[in-house]
């Protein structure tokens, strides 16, 4: 007995819970972790980003009402709502690092989009004006000059509302900033707000142009109303896909509290319960 | 039921009341503005009818839980769902489980998804969870959640039936040399008797394991059995005799901290849970004694069976810290006084007290349980 006893060290009992760390929870997973975890799923969505790009296109086709607002006097709206439709999509946060290309490319798209009235207009020396604009505007949006040339086009098109309605330009200003703010500060962690505050735009960007290219708008009403609905429908993609990414980027986790019994020679954990999926 | 997403809520609802007035100004456009506002209502209104029908369908089927379970060991959590009396399958159905232990409770245990649930059919969420702490876990009650895309409340169904599991005392693997502590104490190899002299009772049977004397074949039983290499013993055992007392020693310090004691117990309930194993592999029969309460005192009858070391573990998953003395100081009396039996106490003191020194009695502190363990068997 004495033997075994030399061989046992007095403060082992006193020293193991420190050892094993009892007491203190350790995070397996975060908030945060699993919101890049969703992010990268979403970055990989193909789907996702063309559903984006569809919202994109057919909102500037309802709004300018198929690009054929008068360049003469809407050049500032036809000009925000290309940039916005053709720069808005690559800003997105899960949208892959743009290659060497990619402003060549949506200088071309924002060209055609402007220019596509021309096709059963026409020909008016302000549209290439707008267009040579639009253009140049999208080859200077990159890295960070994307949201300068984002931001430029919100601040056009709420001053051309201010000069038509000083009150509902302050209005909707406020209620931008403040929803903006909001949805920028959440998404991370409610991934759906993107479909909701897509939503919202849509209907937003409708509502300027009901209220200020009316005149514009009602002679092609059929392909307005088709173009809503197929970006309706792309909404309802977005929706879909963010669900999926929300569904399978879920970490398998561990989720346990802390104990401050833990058994001889466990050195796994320091948690009563641990539960896997 | 909760509201999916207020901001997103708010940004719509605004959405649409500016997009209603600014259409409102204007006659001509009115198809399409009905069209622009009437689209998102409907699918808000759909997705969220289609979430409130589909938590109502859901149903549990079943809830795959063992009874109990070893502490430090793993087990499975199934639990199955059903989808009854809907015209549309739940589509990314949400499941997790609350988990309370003694002390500690998950309120959400992780969410195990099912993507897709047909009507009619079921699916099933798995868990693997690993409890430590001996005890009673609560397993319940269950909750599936379901948010359609477009809807705006998130509906979660919960399923109030609780679960509990035993959980018994890890199992401790000791080191061979565990048999020192009857060494002078009591013949610690084992019974070598092969028959029943007139003293012992019949207690049952078993099948038969080489060693085993012909004449205890149980000629019936054997018979009997449908297998005809199949032979089965019977087993006899002196009532009056016991070959060693475990004594557990359930009071609190005096001094010192509470956790370090709670600790100490533990260690010293799956200690006291391997040596009556190793011991009774050894054909030994052990009584087993603590103090539960202030007069509520277990003392089991360890026999070489399944059953009585089940028994053991179901009893010292209950056991906890008293804070009474006296009654212990009794208990190991009365051992000492029962003739024929090596007594072992397992202390919770760093330290021998001078009053059981004077006894007949093996002591063993907290500091001797490490020398003896070797690991956890999980």
Same mark, same amino acid.
């Given at each position: 007995m004495l033997d075994l006893l030399r061989r046992v060290d007095p403060g082992f009992y006193a020293k193991e819970p420190y050892l094993l760390g009892a007491g203190a929870q350790v995070p397996r997973y975060s908030e945060e972790a699993q919101a890049e975890a969703r992010l990268a799923v979403l970055s990989e969505d193909r789907l996702l980003r063309a559903a984006i790009v569809v919202i994109a296109l057919c909102a500037y086709l309802v709004v300018t009402a198929a690009g054929t607002l008068d360049p003469r006097t809407e050049y500032l709206p036809l000009w925000a709502f290309a940039v916005v439709a053709v720069a808005m999509p690559r800003a997105?946060?899960?949208?892959?690092k743009a290659g060497r290309n990619a402003t060549w490319v949506e200088a071309l798209v924002g060209i055609a989009l402007t220019a596509m009235p021309a096709l059963w207009t026409p020909l008016q020396p302000l549209l290439g004006a707008v267009v040579a604009t639009v253009a140049i505007t999208l080859l200077a949006a990159r890295g960070r000059g994307r949201w300068i040339v984002l931001a430029l086009a919100a601040i056009a098109l709420w001053l051309h509302l201010l000069f038509v309605s000083v009150y509902a330009a302050v209005a909707v200003g406020a209620a931008g900033v403040i929803a903006v703010r909001e949805v920028v500060r959440t998404w991370r962690f409610c991934p759906q707000l993107i479909a909701w505050a897509t939503l919202g735009i849509l209907l937003a960007a409708s509502a300027y142009a009901f209220a200020l290219e009316a005149a514009a708008l009602v002679h092609f009403l059929p392909l307005e109303i088709a173009a809503i609905a197929v970006a309706y429908v792309s909404v309802c993609v977005v929706a879909g896909r963010i669900r999926r990414a929300e569904l399978s980027a879920r970490p398998e986790g561990l989720l346990s509290l802390p104990q401050s019994i833990v058994p001889l020679?466990?050195?796994?954990?320091?948690?009563a319960i641990i539960c896997f999926r | 039921m909760a509201l999916a997403q207020p901001v997103g809520l708010a940004v719509l609802g605004a959405g649409i009341g500016v997009a209603a007035i600014a259409g409102a100004l204007h006659p001509t456009l009115q198809p399409l503005v009905v069209f622009v506002v009437a689209f998102p209502i409907l699918w808000i209104g759909l997705a969220t009818t289609l979430t409130y029908t589909t938590a109502r369908a859901l149903r549990m089927v079943n809830v795959d839980v063992p009874s109990r379970i070893r502490a430090l060991s793993t087990f499975r959590l199934a639990f199955s769902l059903t989808l009854d009396n809907h015209p549309f399958p739940a589509i990314g159905v949400l499941t997790n489980v609350r988990l309370a232990a003694d002390d500690v409770t998950i309120d959400e245990g992780p969410s195990a998804e099912i993507a897709i649930l047909e009507v009619g059919r079921g699916a099933t969420s798995e868990w693997e969870i690993t409890a430590k702490e001996r005890g009673l876990l609560l397993l319940g009650p269950f909750r599936a959640a379901i948010e359609l895309p477009g809807s705006a409340i998130r509906v979660t169904a919960i399923f109030e039936r609780k679960f509990g599991v035993t959980v018994l005392p890890a199992v401790y693997h000791l080191?061979?040399?565990? @048999?020192t502590l009857l060494a002078g104490r009591h013949?610690?190899?084992?019974?070598?008797?092969?028959v029943p002299s007139a003293i012992e009772e019949y207690i049952g049977a078993r099948e038969y394991r080489p060693g085993?004397?012909?004449?205890?074949?149980?000629r019936v039983l054997s018979l009997r059995?449908? @297998?005809?290499?199949q032979v089965y013993v019977r087993e006899f055992e002196d009532p009056s005799r016991e070959d060693l007392s475990i004594v557990l020693d359930t009071a609190e310090p005096i001094d010192g901290d509470v956790n370090l004691h709670a600790y100490r117990l533990e260690k010293a309930i799956c200690f006291v849970s391997a040596l009556c194993r190793i011991f009774a592999t050894r054909r030994l029969t052990i009584r087993f004694v603590c103090q539960r309460s202030k007069r509520d005192m277990v003392a089991l009858r360890v026999r070489p069976l399944d059953i009585d070391l089940d028994r053991l573990d179901m009893e010292l998953a209950r056991v906890a810290l008293i804070d009474h003395h006296a009654p212990v100081k009794r208990i190991l009396l009365d051992e000492v006084r029962r003739q024929g039996a090596a007594v072992i106490f397992v202390s919770l003191s760093s330290r021998e007290r001078i009053e059981n020194e004077r006894l007949p009695i093996v002591t063993l502190t907290p500091d001797h349980v490490p020398v003896f363990t070797r690991e956890v068997v999980a």
């Open positions: 997105l946060p899960w949208w892959p020679l466990d050195r796994s954990h320091d948690h | 080191q061979p040399f565990v @048999d013949l610690a190899t084992g019974r070598f008797q092969k085993d004397s012909p004449k205890l074949i149980h059995s449908s @297998d005809p290499n």
